[in-house]
C-alpha cells in the first residue's frame, strides 16, 4: 500500500489546451473523490465515485470538467479548453468507507497552472 | 451559509505551548461527522483526527485533542507541547448524515515560533 498517486505533480498549460490529471487510490479503497483548492481556501468538493460509478456531481464540475473511474481502480479528471480560472492545485482522496470514522486519504495532489 | 467557520486566518505561537484551533460547524442533521486536517507546505492532505456526534467523549489521538461542545456546534482543536513541525495549514471538516462527501472550512494557518 503505497497510499495515493496523483500525476502529474505539476501542470503548466495554455490557456485553451486540454489537459488530463490521473489518480491511483489506494488499492482496497472503494470510494474516490476529487477536489480542487486554489490559494488560501478550502478543498472545494468536485466529483466522487463509488467503485466505477459516478454518484455525486459538484455544480464546480461545469461541462468543461470530465471524471471517469472506469475500472474501479484509477480515475482521471479532464479539464477541456482550460481557462485562467482553473488554475488550483487538484487533490484526489480515497476512502474505504463513508460512514463514521472513515476520513479520506489524500494524494499530493496536481497543480495545475494555466497561462 | 458556510457550514464550516474557522475565524483565525493565522497563528503564531511559542514551541511547546499549547495552542486551540477554532472550528464552528452548522448543520440540521443529528448525525454527522467532523475531522481535522493538516496540509503542510508540501500539499499533502494529512488527517489527524474524528469525532462523530453520538461520541459520549472527545476524542484524542496523541498530542491531538479535539474539544467538542456540540450545544454551541463547536469542534475546536487542541495540540498540546507544540512542535516546529505543527507549522502547517489546519482544515475542520464535516461529513453530514447520509451525505457522503466531507465540506472543509478556510483552514487556520499555524505557526510555531522556536
Known amino acids: 500500500d503505497t497510499g495515493v498517486s496523483q500525476d502529474p505533480r505539476h501542470k503548466i498549460t495554455k490557456r485553451g489546451q486540454n489537459v488530463t490529471f490521473r489518480c491511483d487510490p489506494i488499492s482496497e479503497h472503494n470510494r474516490l473523490y476529487w477536489y480542487r483548492q486554489t490559494l488560501g481556501q478550502g478543498p472545494e468538493f468536485l466529483t466522487y465515485?463509488?467503485?466505477?460509478?459516478?454518484?455525486?456531481k459538484s455544480r464546480l464540475l461545469s461541462d468543461r470538467f470530465s471524471a471517469e473511474r472506469p475500472k474501479g481502480s484509477f480515475s482521471t479528471l479532464e479539464i477541456q479548453r482550460t481557462e485562467q480560472g482553473d488554475s488550483a492545485m487538484y487533490l484526489c482522496?480515497?476512502?474505504?468507507?463513508?460512514?463514521?470514522?472513515?476520513?479520506?486519504?489524500f494524494g499530493s495532489g496536481t497543480r495545475l497552472t494555466v497561462v | 451559509a458556510q457550514k464550516i467557520t474557522q475565524t483565525q486566518p493565522g497563528m503564531f505561537v511559542q514551541e511547546k505551548e499549547a495552542v486551540t484551533l477554532d472550528c464552528t460547524y452548522d448543520?440540521?442533521?443529528?448525525?454527522?461527522?467532523l475531522f481535522w486536517y493538516k496540509q503542510p507546505s508540501s500539499g499533502e492532505m494529512i488527517f489527524l483526527i474524528y469525532q462523530g456526534s453520538y461520541d459520549q467523549q472527545n476524542a484524542t489521538e496523541g498530542r491531538y485533542s479535539l474539544n467538542f461542545q456540540k450545544a454551541r456546534k463547536s469542534a475546536n482543536l487542541v495540540i498540546s507541547a507544540s512542535q516546529l513541525g505543527d507549522s502547517a495549514m489546519y482544515f475542520c471538516?464535516?461529513?453530514?448524515?447520509?451525505?457522503?462527501?466531507?465540506?472543509f472550512g478556510k483552514g487556520t494557518r499555524l505557526h510555531i515560533l522556536p
Open positions: 465515485f463509488q467503485n466505477e460509478a459516478q454518484l455525486e
Open positions: 482522496a480515497s476512502s474505504l468507507g463513508w460512514r463514521g470514522n472513515y476520513g479520506y486519504t
Open positions: 471538516a464535516m461529513r453530514e448524515g447520509e451525505d457522503d462527501k466531507i465540506i
Open positions: 448543520t440540521s442533521d443529528p448525525s454527522y461527522g
